[in-house]
T-cell receptor, first 113, second 111 residues
Framework: DQQVKQNSPSLSVQEGRISILNCDYT??????FLWYKKYPAEGPTFLIS?????DKNEDGRFTVFLNKSAKHLSLHIVPSQPGDSAVYFC????????????FGTGTKLQVIP | DTGVSQNPRHKITKRGQNVTFRCDPI?????LYWYRQTLGQGPEFLTY????????KSRLLSDRFSAERPKGSFSTLEIQRTEQGDSAMYLC?????????FGPGTRLLVL
């Protein structure tokens, strides 16, 4: 069963505009959420995270929003830059345990100059 | 560079051969994870070490797979009698807290 879902396999955005990547989860035990960025032939790079006690976390151009009641989170990138073009993975974990991370299937973002 | 390193970066082998991959975590990280990623999917958890103890294994880790972390430092992942279905990117990650940091991965191709 896919506990973390990214229903949009791809997204194209103009440079300078906002990119919004969405993620849904089904496991209510998840309490820590992460976004990773991945370039081809490289490992995932940590971008930003959020704990379930918050509903928003911001780091520079990146903001993650968490809606616990809807079991939904989103990553906003403003303004989008061509270097942001990559595959973005949403991930979730249960803190306090072994903290294995469950990943979504990824969304490929293309930022068009 | 103080990130997670993995060797080799690429491995091509014939079906039935054994392969071994190495992961060197970030030095102060006591937790180490192995994941496998296939095309179009996100990374899938394989196993977890806290220091030298292997504390959890996924059902994806068949008896042909074995992982070790002697002395709680680097880790090795061995696949015996490789099958074509083992072709994937094998990723290692390490952590001290809640955020895991990944290495570049080892891409395995079984012919």
């Amino acid at each position: 069963d896919q506990q973390v879902k990214q229903n949009s396999p791809s997204l194209s955005v103009q440079e300078g505009r906002i990119s919004i990547l969405n993620c849904d989860y089904t496991n209510s035990m998840f309490d820590y959420f992460l976004w990773y960025k991945k370039y081809p032939a490289e490992g995932p790079t940590f971008l930003i995270s959020i704990s379930s006690i918050k509903d928003k976390n911001e780091d520079g151009r990146f903001t993650v929003f968490l809606n616990k009641s809807a079991k939904h989170l989103s990553l906003h990138i403003v303004p989008s830059q061509p270097g942001d073009s990559a595959v973005y993975f949403c991930a979730a974990t249960v803190s306090g345990g072994y903290q294995k991370v469950t990943f979504g299937t990824g969304t490929k973002l293309q930022v068009i100059p | 560079d103080t990130g997670v390193s993995q060797n080799p970066r690429h491995k091509i082998t014939k079906r039935g051969q054994n392969v071994t991959f190495r992961c060197d975590p970030i030095s102060e990280h006591n937790r180490l994870y192995w994941y496998r990623q296939t095309l179009g999917q996100g990374p899938e958890f394989l196993t977890y070490f806290q220091n030298e103890a292997q504390l959890e294994k996924s059902r994806l880790l068949s008896d042909r797979f074995s992982a070790e972390r002697p002395k709680g430092s680097f880790s090795t992942l061995e696949i015996q009698r490789t099958e074509q279905g083992d072709s994937a990117m094998y990723l290692c990650a390490s952590s001290l807290g809640q955020t895991q940091y990944f290495g570049p991965g080892t891409r395995l191709l079984v012919l």
